[in-house]
């Protein structure tokens, strides 16, 4: 039974692994293999500062909701682990700030010590009258992506550094099964018109004395455009943009200021900050999540394909969730194939 991951961002791993953990002992003859011609540190997920906050609202969709609190939980409970470390994972507290009272969030009661902040707290940060403090999760990519490939690689995983062109492709090479994690680039294997980019920059400076996250909200101009700055083990993010529709990867100059006055006006200590990078990506964005199996009849033949992207800029708040949902799938394709061997009952 040989299955292809493609993609090999935080989604493309954690479901390598979710799906290994899971059946390699209920189906001999499983190989896994991984295709991507990007991995870390050059995938979307490396740029990410790594901070557990899904979107101020799921628009209904519980499922999503579901799967993030699922991520959250499997995460706390690495947190005591030796493995934390060297995951990326540890907690952070911090501040989302408005300019207006707004509904809690539907994961208020997923992180820890949701509240709302005081007038004294307000003061802190001029212009904004509203706001939540908790404690959330960091888990930065820059580790826990090769943390995930090496657990993979001693699980005799393959990996192999190509772009797949398409699913056929797979086939024609004997693949039984092609799980699709391919972020913002699922269009150039299945045209997808709800999937587009939300352009994203960041900043990464020094600044070793920002120990909680601030993140701004801007009602009007919509999710992530407006400042956010994310302290990590060593540097501290900075941003802010949010263009739906931007393909371009370059860093742009006027980006870079609009960041870096914004957070400086948030918190004027940044001004004695040492840049020590910048990076641009494209967050996969769509209206939801797109987690679901489809039978692609090819010819005289049939081949499984489960789709596993388009998950924002909440990829690593999600993934977990989102493994274990795409390990129910092939769960369900092994089933209908008559390949899994249910542990036998001791009488």
Same mark, same amino acid.
């Given at each position: 039974?040989?299955?292809?991951?493609?993609?090999?961002?935080?989604?493309?791993?954690?479901?390598?692994?979710?799906?290994?953990?899971?059946?390699?002992?209920?189906?001999?003859?499983?190989?896994?293999?991984?295709?991507?011609?990007?991995?870390?540190?050059?995938?979307?997920?490396?740029?990410?500062?790594?901070?557990?906050?899904?979107?101020?609202?799921?628009?209904?969709?519980?499922?999503?909701?579901?799967?993030?609190?699922?991520?959250?939980?499997?995460?706390?409970?690495?947190?005591?682990?030796?493995?934390?470390?060297?995951?990326?994972?540890?907690?952070?507290?911090?501040?989302?700030?408005?300019?207006?009272?707004?509904?809690?969030?539907?994961?208020?009661?997923?992180?820890?010590?949701?509240?709302?902040?005081?007038?004294?707290?307000?003061?802190?940060?001029?212009?904004?009258?509203?706001?939540?403090?908790?404690?959330?999760?960091?888990?930065?990519?820059?580790?826990?992506?090769?943390?995930?490939?090496?657990?993979?690689?001693?699980?005799?995983?393959?990996?192999?550094?190509?772009?797949?062109?398409?699913?056929?492709?797979?086939?024609?090479?004997?693949?039984?099964? &092609?799980?699709?994690?391919? #972020?913002?680039?699922?269009? *150039?294997?299945?045209?997808?018109?709800?999937? =587009? $980019?939300?352009?994203?920059?960041?900043?990464?400076?020094?600044?070793?004395?920002?120990?909680?996250?601030?993140?701004?909200?801007?009602?009007?101009?919509?999710?992530?455009?407006?400042?956010?700055?994310?302290?990590?083990?060593?540097?501290?993010?900075?941003?802010?943009?949010?263009?739906?529709?931007?393909?371009?990867?370059?860093?742009?100059?006027?980006?870079?200021?609009?960041?870096?006055?914004?957070?400086?006006?948030?918190?004027?200590?940044?001004?004695?900050?040492?840049?020590?990078?910048?990076?641009?990506?494209?967050?996969?964005?769509?209206?939801?999540?797109?987690?679901?199996?489809?039978?692609?009849?090819?010819?005289?033949?049939?081949?499984?394909?489960?789709?596993?992207?388009?998950?924002?800029?909440?990829?690593?708040?999600?993934?977990?969730?989102?493994?274990?949902? &795409?390990?129910?799938?092939? #769960?369900?394709?092994?089933? *209908?194939?008559?390949?899994?061997?249910?542990? =036998? $009952?001791?009488?």
């Amino acid at each position: 039974m040989r299955v292809a991951i493609i993609g090999a961002g935080v989604i493309g791993l954690s479901t390598a692994l979710c799906i290994h953990e899971q059946y390699h002992s209920l189906v001999p003859s499983l190989e896994l293999e991984v295709y991507a011609d990007r991995y870390t540190p050059c995938t979307t997920s490396d740029g990410a500062a790594g901070l557990w906050q899904p979107y101020l609202s799921d628009h209904g969709n519980l499922q999503e909701t579901l799967w993030n609190k699922e991520t959250f939980d499997y995460l706390l409970g690495h947190l005591g682990s030796p493995a934390a470390k060297e995951m990326g994972l540890f907690l952070i507290s911090g501040y989302n700030l408005f300019t207006q009272p707004v509904p809690e969030p539907p994961w208020k009661n997923i992180v820890l010590g949701f509240r709302n902040l005081t007038p004294k707290e307000l003061e802190l940060f001029p212009g904004y009258s509203y706001g939540w403090f908790n404690t959330a999760l960091m888990l930065e990519c820059r580790s826990y992506l090769p943390w995930l490939t090496n657990r993979l690689m001693q699980r005799g995983v393959k990996f192999f550094h190509k772009k797949v062109e398409s699913f056929q492709e797979m086939f024609a090479q004997g693949v039984d099964v &092609a799980i699709n994690c391919t #972020g913002v680039r699922a269009g *150039e294997l299945q045209p997808d018109p709800e999937l =587009q $980019p939300g352009r994203g920059q960041v900043i990464k400076v020094l600044a070793p004395w920002v120990k909680h996250f601030i993140i701004t909200h801007d009602i009007e101009s919509g999710i992530y455009n407006s400042p956010y700055i994310i302290p990590g083990s060593e540097f501290t993010v900075l941003g802010g943009i949010y263009q739906h529709g931007n393909w371009n990867e370059e860093n742009s100059a006027q980006d870079h200021k609009t960041i870096w006055e914004n957070c400086c006006r948030l918190l004027p200590a940044l001004q004695k900050a040492k840049i020590v990078e910048e990076w641009s990506g494209l967050r996969p964005a769509r209206p939801w999540v797109r987690l679901e199996r489809e039978t692609i009849r090819n010819g005289h033949f049939q081949a499984e394909v489960i789709h596993n992207y388009g998950h924002g800029g909440f990829g690593i708040t999600i993934h977990w969730g989102c493994a274990m949902a &795409a390990a129910r799938l092939f #769960g369900s394709i092994l089933q *209908e194939k008559k390949l899994a061997s249910p542990p =036998q $009952p001791r009488l």
